[in-house]
C-alpha cells in the first residue's frame, strides 16, 4: 500500500527523515519504489527526458503520460505529479479542472504546484476538493524567465521574509507537504521549524523534513555540470557507454550472438 499524505507527516512528528526522488519511466520507478516514501514525477522531464533547456515546454498530456506509467509501478511509495507551467496559474478553476484530471488519469496521490501568494487560493480550492498539494517554494524552475536562469533565492533579508512567509500562508491554506529549493540552509531550517507539515529540501541544506534529487543526477546518468548540491553515488553513464562499446566490438568482431 502506497504512502499517504498523513503517513508523511506522521515520519515529521517521529523526527524519521523523507526519502524522495523523481522518476518518469516504468523501470526507474520499480528500482526507486521500495527504497523511497515520495516518488514525484516531475515536470523536470522536461529537461532529463525531452532534452529541452526549461520545464515551460512541458504539458499536462506529458505528465499524465509519465504519471500513469510510474504509477503502474509504485506499489509503497507516495506518488506525486507536477503541474506543469501554466496549467494553474490563470485561474483557480483551471487548476481545480486540470489537478483533478492528472488524479484521475494517473491514480497518484497529490499534485505539486510552485507558488507566489497569487497560488494561495488555489492550494485552499485544491485541499478543500480532497486534492493533496505539495507546495513548492524558493528557486522555482516555472519562473526561469524571471530569474534569468536558475539561480538561488532567499540571497537577501527581503527574499528570505517573502519564502518564510509564504510558506507559512501555504499551509495555512492547506499545503499538505512544502518542498524548498535553493535557499540558504539557516532559512529551510526556520521554515522546517515553524511548519507543522514537512518539508522536503532539494539544494536547501540537511534541515529539512527529507531531501528530494532528480533520480538521473545521483545515478551518474546526465551530463556534467550538475547543480552544485547534487552528489554522483555512481557514473551509469559511463558504465553504459562502456557496455554498449562492448556489443559493439563483438558484433563488429562477429563474435555476437
Known amino acids: ?35 523511497c516514501d515520495f516518488v514525484l514525477v516531475g515536470d523536470s522531464l522536461g529537461n532529463v527526458f525531452q532534452g529541452n533547456e526549461t520545464t515551460l515546454n512541458v504539458s499536462i498530456e506529458n505528465m499524465i503520460y509519465h504519471g500513469s506509467i510510474v504509477s503502474r509501478a509504485v506499489k509503497e511509495s507516495h506518488l506525486c505529479i507536477d503541474m506543469p507551467f501554466m496549467s494553474y496559474q490563470s485561474s483557480t478553476e483551471d487548476a481545480l479542472r486540470n489537478a483533478g484530471r492528472i488524479i484521475k488519469a494517473t491514480g497518484a496521490e497529490s499534485v505539486k504546484l510552485e507558488i507566489s501568494f497569487d497560488s494561495l487560493d488555489t492550494i485552499n480550492k485544491l485541499s478543500n476538493a480532497g486534492i493533496p498539494v505539495v507546495a513548492h517554494v524558493g528557486l522555482c524552475p516555472q519562473s526561469f524567465n524571471m530569474y534569468g536562469g536558475y539561480k538561488k533565492q532567499g540571497k537577501n533579508k527581503s527574499e528570505q521574509e517573502y519564502i518564510y512567509t509564504l510558506s507559512k500562508e501555504a499551509e495555512i491554506n492547506g499545503a499538505s507537504i512544502l518542498v524548498i529549493e535553493g535557499v540558504p540552509e539557516n532559512l529551510a531550517n526556520k521554515i522546517t521549524k515553524s511548519l507543522k507539515i514537512p518539508t522536503i529540501g532539494i539544494g536547501a541544506g540537511k534541515k529539512c523534513d527529507g531531501q528530494i534529487l532528480v533520480t538521473e543526477d545521483l545515478l551518474g546518468l546526465t551530463p556534467s555540470p550538475h547543480p552544485s548540491f547534487v552528489k554522483n553515488y555512481s557514473n551509469l553513464r559511463a558504465t553504459i557507454k562502456k557496455s554498449i562499446n562492448s556489443y559493439k566490438n563483438e558484433v563488429k568482431k562477429n563474435k555476437f550472438p
Open 1 to 35: 500500500m502506497r504512502k499517504t499524505i498523513t503517513d508523511l507527516q506522521s515520519m515529521k512528528q517521529k523526527k524519521e527523515l523523507i526519502v524522495a526522488l523523481t522518476s518518469y519511466d516504468f523501470q526507474i520507478a520499480t528500482i526507486i519504489d521500495s527504497v
